[in-house]
């Protein structure tokens, strides 16, 4: 059974720094994509970053670029998403999700910027 | 950037009844290997989304075959042939040819009248 578990979310100052991970299980991580998608409090979806099966290609949305690092580690089944400079806009539930189809998808985590 | 733009917003059907939601695109989405790369997903209250349908209309395991994906080039189509209470969330179209970004619709809310 394919499995995505968030976690390392919470509440953080804006400024501040908060890294969220994403463990896989139940499939053969290193063969996918990986993406992170956020939904603001009562809002869509909206596409955060995407990275490749080796890490090479990264894809960020323009309103995170230079501020968030979309990584993984294939030894670990292990996605990450390092979040720095922080701002209130970007409260939000983060999901991360299986393939540039999102065939699969974690029950999420949710980060709440506010001071 | 492709812009995916769903209607209604907001879809109050009766149980048994059908419902319809249509989604456009502002560019096509052939791509050059001749895939539609033209997602759909279902978000039901508190849960996380889920994929229904992916290449316009490939149903994923576990989707009931009321559920239908349809549509070429621009325009696109959901359609429940008879609504039942688990299907009330808000649905989804999200294209993955034309990337980065890859896009989202504004979400479709079907509730129950």
């Known amino acids: 059974e394919v499995q995505l578990v968030e976690s390392g979310g919470g509440l953080v100052q804006p400024g501040g720094s908060l890294r969220l991970s994403c463990a896989a299980s139940?499939?053969?991580?290193?063969?996918?994509?990986m993406i992170w998608v956020r939904q603001a409090p009562g809002k869509g979806l909206e596409w955060v970053a995407n990275?490749?099966?080796?890490?090479?290609?990264?894809y960020y949305v323009d309103s995170v670029k230079g501020r968030f690092t979309i990584s993984r580690d294939n030894t670990k089944n292990s996605l990450y998403l390092q979040m720095t400079s922080l701002r209130a806009e970007d409260t939000a539930v983060y999901y991360c999700a299986r393939g540039r189809d999102c065939g699969y998808w974690g029950q999420g985590n949710l980060v709440t910027v506010s001071s | 950037d492709v812009v995916m733009t769903q209607s209604p917003l907001s879809l109050p059907v009766t149980l048994g009844q059908p419902a319809s939601i249509s989604c456009r695109s502002s560019?096509?989405?052939?791509?050059?290997?001749?895939?539609?790369?033209l997602n759909w997903f279902q978000q039901r209250p508190g849960q996380s989304p889920r994929r229904l349908f992916y290449?316009?209309?490939n149903r994923d395991s576990g989707v009931p075959d009321r559920f239908s994906g349809s549509g070429s080039g621009t325009d696109f189509t959901l359609k429940i042939s008879r609504v039942e209470a688990e299907d009330v969330g808000v649905y989804y179209c999200?294209?993955?040819?034309?990337?980065?970004?890859?896009?989202f619709g504004q979400g479709t809310k079907v509730e129950i009248k």
């Open positions: 290449n316009v209309s």
């Open positions: 999200m294209q993955g040819t034309h990337w980065p970004p890859w896009t």
């Open positions: 139940g499939f053969t991580f290193s063969n996918y994509w």
């Open positions: 560019q096509s989405l052939v791509y050059s290997d001749g895939n539609t790369y």
């Open positions: 990275i490749n099966q080796d890490g090479s290609e990264k």
